[in-house]
């Protein structure tokens, strides 16, 4: 008796244990989630101000390059429509979204540079910062999913991006500045998609629509 008591207690506390790393691990999902989805808010109203500050004729220029044609981040291998991106799983998700955050680490600096000179969004380097805090969360959340287990993701073992892209581009001031900021729009919003499904992923949801 006094043995199956003990044996009920034991599994009474893995049982807490477990829902508590859960909860844990939800709380961490939905952080990360929020803070994707701010950044591509702010990436979305810094590229509208910019187009707002042009000429017509500066609109007209920059009408010619869009949709882009190249950004620093595909050289990362990443899904490639809403199909492929259901199918994926939540590590590789996560580990794609981590890459993608770590590209910009350089490049918002120039960012929070080039918006400032032109725009109010507070802090400079709050863009930097902000995908420093992003960036550390989806480590800990991959870290839980290995949950001890060696990361094999190919794409760890590979160089990031070049991290002076939007400078060595050749462009001038308008469309580099233009590319940058769109660049940075396109990838927030990969990013929040990629979060979004993980964490759909970690519900065993079978239908995470996008």
Partial sequence: MARALVLLSVVLVSLLVNQGRASDNQRLFNNAVIRVQHLHQLAAKMINDFEDSLLPEERRQLSKIFPLSFCNSDYIEAPTGKDETQKSSMLKLLHISSRLIES???????????????????????????????????????????????????????????????????????????????????????????????????????????
């Fill in 104 to 210: 910009w680490e350089f490049p918002s600096q120039t960012l929070s540079g080039t918006v400032s000179n032109s725009l109010t969004i507070g802090n400079p380097n709050q863009i930097t910062e902000k995908l420093a805090d992003l960036k550390m969360g989806i480590s800990v959340l991959i870290k839980g999913c290995l949950d001890g287990q060696p990361n094999m993701d190919d794409n760890d073992s590979l160089p990031l991006p070049f991290e002076d892209f939007y400078l060595t581009t050749g462009e001038s001031n308008l469309r580099e500045n233009f590319r940058l900021l769109a660049c940075f729009k396109k990838d927030m919003h990969k990013v929040e998609t990629y979060l979004r499904v993980a964490n759909c992923r970690r519900s065993l949801d079978s239908n995470c629509t996008l």
